[in-house]
């Protein structure tokens, strides 16, 4: 059976299926009435609303737990609700059945390094409590993605699609670099 074609969470969005559809929203905007939600009818539109936070700053880590609440989209088929998660949380679902099948393919944070240009690759030989910290002070304290790169395990729960990172982003680097001076 289709995982996609049941009720679920990933991130902050949870779905309910009906015999029309999904309707997805913000975790925090419970089981109600979407009458006092605002009706997110386009991918492009959900971009917009998913770009920023309820203050609206830019959200540039799309795993970052500050989705903006209030907003419901329904989606009419299994194929639009992947289309709608893929907009808010790029990758995941992906990400999650290459997991389920073994197919994942992830390293280590030096791997992910050696690939990068000059001041990055310097965390190699030196940077591991810069590494260390960033971790805590983004992967942990911002974002809801499980780094494996890492050595995390999946925080995998019945129901629940897991937020994976299998290597660390550009932000990520920024604040080991930051961190490690």
């Not at 992910?112 to 030989?125: D, F, N, P, S, T």
């Not at 994976?164 to 680097?173: A, H, T």
């Given at each position: 059976m289709n995982p996609l074609s049941?009720?679920?969470w990933i991130g902050q969005i949870r779905w309910s299926v009906d015999g029309s559809g999904f309707d997805l929203?913000?975790?925090r905007d419970g089981d109600g009435s979407v009458d006092l939600l605002r009706k997110v009818e386009t991918l492009t539109e959900l971009e917009e609303v998913?770009?920023?936070?309820?203050?609206?700053?830019?959200?540039?880590?799309?795993?970052?737990?500050?989705?903006?609440?209030?907003?419901?989209?329904?989606a009419k088929s299994s194929e639009?609700?992947?289309?709608?998660?893929?907009?808010?949380?790029?990758?995941?679902?992906?990400?999650?059945?290459?997991?389920?099948?073994?197919?994942?393919?992830?390293g280590d944070?030096?791997?992910?390094?050696?690939?990068?240009?000059?001041?990055?690759?310097?965390?190699?030989?030196?940077?591991?409590?810069?590494?260390?910290?960033?971790?805590?002070?983004l992967c942990q304290a911002r974002c809801g993605k499980s780094p494996l790169w890492s050595g995390k395990k999946c925080r995998a729960e019945v129901g629940r699609i897991p937020l994976?990172?299998?290597?660390?982003?550009?932000?990520?680097?920024d604040v080991a670099l930051a961190s490690g001076s």
């Open positions: 049941q009720s679920g929203r913000h975790e998913v770009r920023r936070d309820g203050e609206g700053k830019y959200r540039p880590l799309r795993g970052e737990m500050n989705l903006v609440q209030g907003w419901f989209y329904r639009e609700l992947r289309e709608v998660l893929e907009v808010i949380y790029p990758g995941a679902v992906g990400n999650w059945e290459a997991e389920r099948e073994g197919r994942l393919v992830q944070w030096k791997e992910a390094a050696k690939r990068q240009m000059g001041r990055v690759q310097k965390l190699i030989e030196n940077g591991e409590k810069a590494v260390e910290r960033a971790e805590r002070e994976v990172c299998v290597e660390p982003c550009p932000i990520f680097w």
